[in-house]
């Protein structure tokens, strides 16, 4: 993998998780839906605390970076194979994957497509699609778990050492 590859990568792992742990719940916390008295010159501010906020993160200590956790679930009885064990192991392997979706997520967001069809002012058609793409390095198994009888429940991690390694290969380029 190219050095500006690998740059680029955390650089989009970087602004997501940012968006994600401060910049979507301090702009939640100050949009209109919450106070509608706000004028236009008060939400420019917000904008220049999300690249104040980033800054902060390509500054920021080790004690200031996030852990990233997902969490998967897969159901025994759907999974191909021919005994219940194989089922088991496939299920538990269906269950990590979501998991592994679920920090794709995190890390590098969601492309969204959907379609609505409206005839004579009713709701014909509505689809949604979504699409996650990205590179996942260094997530740890925490658990795997049962969870019911027929369910199985994955907890993967990104530990702050791994965010910590990437974040120096990223200043070093």
Do not use: W
């Amino acid at each position: 993998m190219t050095c500006k590859k690998t740059k680029k990568i955390f650089v989009t792992f970087t602004l997501c998780s940012l968006f994600l742990s401060s910049g979507c719940l301090q702009n939640f916390e100050n949009s209109s839906f919450l106070n509608s008295s706000k004028s236009p010159l008060q939400n420019k501010s917000s904008e220049s605390d999300g690249i104040l906020a980033l800054k902060e993160v390509f500054d920021s200590s080790v004690e200031k970076i996030p852990t990233l956790s997902a969490v998967g679930y897969a159901v025994v009885s759907s999974q191909p194979g021919r005994t219940n064990a194989q089922k088991r192991l496939m299920a538990i392997r269906s269950a990590r994957m979501a998991a592994m979706r679920e920090l794709a997520e995190q890390i590098h967001g969601i492309q969204l497509d959907s379609n609505t069809t409206v005839i004579d002012l009713m709701v014909q058609n509505d689809t949604f699609r979504a699409v996650v793409k990205g590179l996942i390095r260094g997530a740890k198994t925490v658990r795997i778990n049962p969870t019911g009888e027929d369910t199985y429940e994955t907890v993967l991690e990104i530990d702050r050492d791994m965010m910590v390694m990437m974040l120096r290969n990223a200043r070093r380029t």
